[in-house]
């Protein structure tokens, strides 16, 4: 299975930016990397009018659209919420898997600290698939600590971790 390595933290705490860097960095080393993103308030990636928007107001359950150099699908899951493991199997073959988000869903992560947005300690300081943390302060934890702008060491990690 594809390792997968979670960027959790609070609201606005800067996961997106971190995520960004990170597979950045990583592809600049060589790897292919998915990104897979948690959105709890929903999301719509089709716009009314469209094609595949009339496909899914006629009914379809899965809709494909397939252009020169990318591919999409928008699938109804309303039999049961799909699953980070369900979405990681859509993504290909790719080197690793790193997810936005996903704080509870059992994959390794590194959380990130802001000393502006967090508020008490880390979220996930109990959790035992919490491999480091990164932020703008030190934090205190017997874990790996690391500037979010060192995002060469932080790249380090995950290469020693999941691809080597």
Sequence with gaps: MTPILSIV????????????????????RGYAIGTLKHDVHGFSMDHEGKDTWRHKQAGA????????????????????EFTAFDAVKLLGPVDLVITEGFKR????????????????????AADPLLLAVAGDLPV?????????????????FAEARFLK
């Design 9 to 28: 933290g609070c609201g606005k705490c800067g996961k997106t930016t971190l995520v960004e860097k990170l597979v950045a960095e990583l592809t600049r």
């Design 61 to 80: 359950r899965a809709v494909c659209i397939i252009g020169p150099d990318q591919v999409a699908v928008i699938r109804s899951t309303p039999d049961r």
């Design 105 to 124: 869903a059992g994959f390794p992560k590194i959380e990130i600290f802001s000393s502006v947005r967090n508020e008490g300690g880390l979220l996930c």
């Design 140 to 156: 205190e934890t017997h874990l790996p600590r690391f500037d979010w702008n060192d995002i060469a060491s932080i790249a380090d």
